[in-house]
């Protein structure tokens, strides 16, 4: 009695759950096309994951270039899924004293466990 209770109570939290994420499951794959490589700008650049990914790129740079660039800011950026995760970050860096703008470009895969520099270029 009070065991299928308890399972009832357990499948009546439960169902709605796991056709909340089918739908989304099944929405995400009807407008694949929309949403799985659609740019989606984000919303807090100063998130400390977005942050760590604007430092990761200047310190790419920095072993790839053997430059001395100092990371700033991440002022904007966007996402995209693409089987792991686009990033495209505008960021502030500051080398000897001068602040500039970069556009950066980093690749995710994080069950992979890679995280790359696909692209680092100054805007003057
Ligand atoms: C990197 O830069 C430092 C100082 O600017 C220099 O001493 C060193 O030789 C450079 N290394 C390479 C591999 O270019
Ligand atoms: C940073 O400044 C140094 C010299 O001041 C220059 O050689 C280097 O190319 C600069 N790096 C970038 C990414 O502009
Ligand atoms: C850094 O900037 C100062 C002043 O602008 C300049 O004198 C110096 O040569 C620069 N250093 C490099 C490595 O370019």
């Not at 096309?33 to 920095?62: C, M, R, Y």
């Not at 960021?91 to 950066?104: A, F, G, T, Y």
């Amino acid at each position: 009695m009070a065991y299928s209770h308890h399972v009832s109570k357990y499948v009546m939290i439960i169902l709605p759950l796991l056709s909340g994420v089918l739908l989304v499951g099944i929405s995400f794959a009807e407008n694949g096309q929309k949403t799985v490589g659609n740019w989606l700008e984000i919303a807090s650049p100063d998130d400390p994951v977005v942050i760590e990914v604007g430092k990761f790129a200047v310190e790419e740079h920095n072993k790839e270039a053997n430059d001395t660039l100092k990371f700033v800011d991440v002022t904007k950026g966007d996402t995209q899924i693409v089987g792991g995760m686009n990033w495209r970050l505008a960021i502030e860096i500051e080398n000897n004293s001068s602040i500039k703008n970069c556009q950066v470009f980093v690749y995710d895969q994080p069950w992979e466990n890679v995280r790359k520099l696909v692209s680092f270029k100054i805007i003057e």
